[in-house]
């Protein structure tokens, strides 16, 4: 589904990823994991065509990067977004909504609203929004491109434990799509990754979870 190969990025003279190669299956959730720095945004960056492509080849759910109808297949929720703070939830969800397509389908905008636990305060104004609340209409409006893959950057960052388990709980319940999400908290990489991808010194080596966490501790506290 995602196909990385041989990918480099400089900036200036510092080689931030050297010669990476990383395939992501079907309905695998990948964790991107990397110390500060690493490289993470470089490579989410990269995928979606947000800074050109320096070297090597990205295809995601089989299209190249470099035509337009990748944007088809891929969805991402990045770590900061803006809503409008003078709209509810649902006339947000609507607003974005109304980007992808002319005819919104209103089944499936009440059915991510139910999904994110927001049905019911579909109507208030988002200023009365809880941070949990409002990465959680992030994800509704991500959710309602419909795109197979999936690419979340620190999706639970400056979240409290009841807002983090919220949105775990959300992306865990995604079993038919295909997710990478750049994470630095291990707990919750356990709990819903199925695998790691561990970025260092601009190489990318990929472990199924159960290999990630038997590895060396000192290697493990890095992420
Ligand atoms: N536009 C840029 N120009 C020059 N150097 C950059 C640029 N963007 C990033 N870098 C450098 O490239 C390296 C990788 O940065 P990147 O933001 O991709 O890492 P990261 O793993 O996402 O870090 P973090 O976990 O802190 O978000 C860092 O040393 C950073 O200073």
Not at 209 to 214: C, K, Q, R, T
Request: aromatic share 6%.
């Amino acid at each position: 589904m995602i196909k990385i190969e041989n990918l480099s990025h400089a900036y200036a003279k510092q080689r931030v990823l050297d010669d990476v190669n990383l395939h992501i299956l079907k309905n695998e959730r990948c964790a991107l994991v990397g110390r500060n720095g690493a490289g993470k945004s470089t490579m989410i960056h990269t995928m979606l065509g947000l800074i050109p492509l320096q070297v090597g080849s990205i295809t995601l759910g089989g299209i190249s990067n470099k035509k337009q109808d990748w944007k088809k297949v891929v969805s991402y929720l990045p770590e900061k977004f803006n809503l409008y703070p003078h709209l509810t939830g649902e006339e947000n969800i609507r607003f974005f909504a109304s980007l992808a397509s002319k005819k919104l389908d209103e089944e499936s905008i009440d059915e991510k609203l139910k999904l994110v636990s927001l049905h019911e305060a579909r109507k208030d104004q988002i200023t009365t929004y809880s941070k949990g609340m409002l990465q959680r209409l992030g994800l509704a409006i991500m959710l309602y491109y419909d795109s197979d893959i999936i690419i979340l950057d620190e999706p639970t960052s400056g979240l409290d434990p009841v807002g983090r388990k919220e949105i775990l709980a959300i992306i865990k319940s995604l079993t038919n799509k295909t997710i990478m999400m750049a994470s630095h908290h291990l707990n919750e990489i356990e709990e819903v990754c199925t695998h790691v991808a561990y970025l260092e010194k601009g190489k990318i080596t990929k472990y199924s979870i159960e290999e990630f966490l038997s590895v060396d501790l000192k290697e493990r506290q890095q992420a």
